[in-house]
């Protein structure tokens, strides 16, 4: 058997925000129709190492590709690849070696694709809570959707703040430290097992979660949940580690409120409301993304 | 990012049945003891190609290496790999495009570890139920292990008997088409969703089932764990879709009475009763397995 291993060079050749957000797209809107396949993920955790692997697997019908991916953190450093087999035999048809940018991609279309679904369209500022790599990527793949002026920034380190102002000041845009003082859009990045601070929710009438995707974790909090207008990428999914859960099992929302975030994407939403988008990141979604990527290369 | 792919000709080179059988019994000590990681394994189902895709993942403590295998089944056409992982840093070691054979082996080596473990020493005429791979290789790979004299055969299809008994006698055994009268040693290996014949199970005082690894199957008469040492690979996975779950259910034996099969290998067992080992295939032998054969390689 040969099979082909496919870099991350030229991944990022045919891996254009055009390409993922059409995957992304189309992954959301068939996982909300139920035409998806994703198991449960797996986990396996090296306590000595500071690592975990998580393998997620996903397929989108109609697709010509499957994909597994496993995805592994160890101390602090990700690492990982999708194999990708063929759907209607069951050859597997290369892996892709992307060093964990196709996740990060996909992470970023989807946060950007509902964020800009649902925040009003003249809301030209955003708060972003985190200074990690989806903090910056979720400002810009935003930007590809709607024009974007101010970006506000919140961190628990002020060198990492200042350094993610930055990166977005070279992208042209006016970053400054003050999400604690509100906006209307704000996208939450956190690993956080604790709320993050309520000042910056003050003033939102979107919120996009796209940073507690395990058990354990937590990053808004549960009152910007009340009275909201409440998008899931995956019901099951976000009730068992997700935002949603956490305010669920507060109290704060029934847990059938949660409209699909792919029926959002299709079919718009009801406006007036606070709304609240929680993502925990889909097999799908991983599935769409390779499967797109390795037809343009086979073409 | 390289990864090297190894393929069957490289794999077969290194892994010996002596490999295998000491990688797999110490996979099945760890597994009693606790000492593995195995999460639950993932299911994609294509129902428009007839097919099927399993993924699972095993860890052995102390191992250089994790594995996540992906094996698919299309159209009854077996297909797969293994992915090595260093469990020190999480960075994909290989793929080992094994053709599904080093489950097989490892199958092999399990059942055949734990047939010989539990049959008295002086048994060498064993039957085999089942005319697929695994029956011929539970018998070969048994013969590595102990003396074998005769081996009766049964299956549906006469036309598979004929063809299996010729195998086994161009391997120098006398092999016949007559395991319903019944051996002290039972192997069977079958996809049953029903009980076998019990004439097979007569004259029985050990039992090996290696063929329900899925919920739905089942191959062995409940009856032949009644009274009996009762030793499983895992205890949950059995109880949830082996046979001895099926006995349980059927109110033949208590859900705690089984011993697992890595405390039988390392402690031996009390006489004197019949005894039935059920394999559901764990993913710490294809773990411990895998890593064996790449440690051999990377060498």
Same mark, same amino acid.
């Not at 496993?70 to 070696?97: I, R």
């Not at 808004?220 to 949940?225: D, I, K, Q, R, T």
């Not at 929680?278 to 073409?299: E, F, P």
């Given at each position: 058997?040969?099979?082909?291993?496919?870099?991350?060079?030229?991944?990022?050749?045919?891996?254009?925000?055009?390409?993922?957000?059409?995957?992304?797209?189309?992954?959301?809107?068939?996982?909300?129709?139920? +035409?998806?396949?994703?198991?449960?993920?797996?986990?396996? !955790?090296?306590? #000595?190492?500071?690592?975990?692997?998580?393998?997620?697997?996903?397929?989108?019908?109609?697709?010509?590709?499957?994909?597994?991916?496993?995805?592994?953190?160890?101390?602090? $450093?990700?690492?990982?690849?999708?194999?990708?087999?063929?759907?209607?035999?069951?050859?597997?048809?290369?892996? %892709?070696?992307?060093?964990?940018?196709?996740?990060?991609?996909?992470?970023?279309?989807?946060?950007?694709?509902?964020?800009?679904?649902?925040?009003?369209?003249?809301?030209?500022?955003?708060?972003? %809570?985190?200074?990690?790599?989806?903090? =910056?990527?979720? $400002?810009?793949? =935003?930007?590809?959707? +709607?024009?974007?002026?101010?970006?506000?920034?919140?961190?628990?380190?002020?060198?990492?703040?200042?350094?993610?102002?930055?990166?977005? #000041? &070279?992208?042209?845009?006016?970053?400054?430290?003050?999400? =604690? /003082?509100?906006?209307?859009?704000?996208?939450?990045?956190? /690993?956080?097992?604790?709320?993050?601070?309520?000042?910056?929710?003050?003033?939102?009438?979107?919120?996009?979660?796209?940073?507690?995707?395990?058990?354990?974790?937590?990053?808004?909090?549960?009152?910007?949940?009340?009275?909201?207008? $409440?998008?899931? !990428?995956?019901?099951?999914?976000?009730?068992?580690?997700?935002?949603?859960?956490?305010?669920?099992?507060?109290?704060?929302? &029934?847990?059938?409120?949660? =409209?699909?975030?792919?029926? $959002?994407?299709?079919?718009?939403?009801?406006?007036?409301?606070?709304?609240?988008?929680?993502?925990?990141?889909?097999?799908?979604? !991983? &599935?769409?993304?390779?499967?797109?990527? %390795?037809?343009?290369?086979?073409?």
């Amino acid at each position: 058997m040969t099979l082909p291993v496919i870099g991350l060079a030229e991944i990022s050749r045919v891996a254009t925000p055009s390409l993922v957000f059409t995957a992304v797209r189309h992954a959301l809107i068939a996982h909300a129709e139920g +035409r998806t396949s994703v198991p449960a993920p797996m986990v396996l !955790d090296f306590p #000595a190492h500071a690592g975990d692997c998580h393998v997620k697997a996903g397929y989108v019908e109609g697709s010509p590709y499957f994909v597994v991916k496993v995805a592994s953190t160890f101390a602090s $450093v990700n690492n990982g690849l999708m194999l990708v087999v063929d759907a209607t035999n069951g050859t597997p048809a290369a892996v %892709l070696a992307d060093e964990g940018k196709l996740t990060a991609w996909r992470t970023a279309a989807a946060g950007a694709l509902i964020t800009d679904a649902m925040t009003p369209v003249d809301v030209d500022e955003v708060a972003v %809570l985190g200074t990690g790599e989806q903090a =910056l990527m979720q $400002v810009q793949w =935003l930007r590809e959707l +709607r024009p974007l002026r101010r970006v506000k920034v919140w961190g628990r380190r002020p060198s990492a703040v200042d350094g993610l102002c930055a990166a977005l #000041a &070279a992208d042209g845009l006016d970053a400054r430290p003050d999400a =604690l /003082a509100g906006a209307k859009c704000v996208i939450a990045t956190t /690993a956080a097992r604790e709320a993050l601070p309520s000042a910056a929710f003050r003033s939102a009438v979107h919120v996009t979660g796209i940073g507690t995707d395990m058990p354990g974790k937590g990053e808004l909090p549960v009152e910007v949940f009340a009275g909201a207008v $409440v998008a899931t !990428d995956d019901h099951e999914q976000c009730l068992d580690h997700g935002d949603f859960g956490n305010a669920v099992r507060a109290g704060v929302v &029934a847990d059938d409120v949660d =409209l699909a975030i792919g029926a $959002v994407l299709r079919d718009g939403m009801e406006r007036g409301r606070r709304s609240v988008a929680d993502l925990t990141g889909i097999g799908a979604a !991983d &599935a769409a993304v390779a499967a797109a990527v %390795l037809a343009q290369l086979v073409r």
